[in-house]
């Protein structure tokens, strides 16, 4: 538990120290993953269909229903970036 801790505590300092040198800089983070709409975080959840040469978004709603093919869509849009 301790060491998992430690891990969690040097994760978040680096995290802390990136974010004051963007602000130094005058950078903006933007999140790879969310967007922040309407004051909630929602998924960007962008896949490409390359038979066809086209991307669409699902919206938090629109994520497939069946399991495994929501586990194949959400690892698509985590690892095609």
């Given at each position: 538990m301790e060491?998992?801790?430690?891990?969690?505590?040097?994760?978040?300092?680096?995290?802390?120290?990136?974010?004051?040198?963007?602000e130094e800089a005058g950078e903006?983070?933007?999140p790879r993953f969310f967007i922040l709409r309407d004051g909630r975080w929602i998924p960007k959840l962008t896949c490409v269909d390359h038979r066809h040469s086209v991307s669409f978004t699902y919206s938090?709603?629109?994520?497939?229903?069946?399991?495994?093919?929501?586990?194949?869509?959400?690892?698509?849009?985590?690892?095609?970036?």
């Open positions: 060491a998992a801790t430690d891990a969690k505590t040097a994760v978040e300092d680096f995290q802390r120290e990136l974010r004051r040198k963007r903006t983070h933007v938090t709603s629109s994520v497939p229903q069946e399991p495994e093919e929501a586990i194949a869509k959400v690892q698509e849009w985590i690892w095609s970036r």
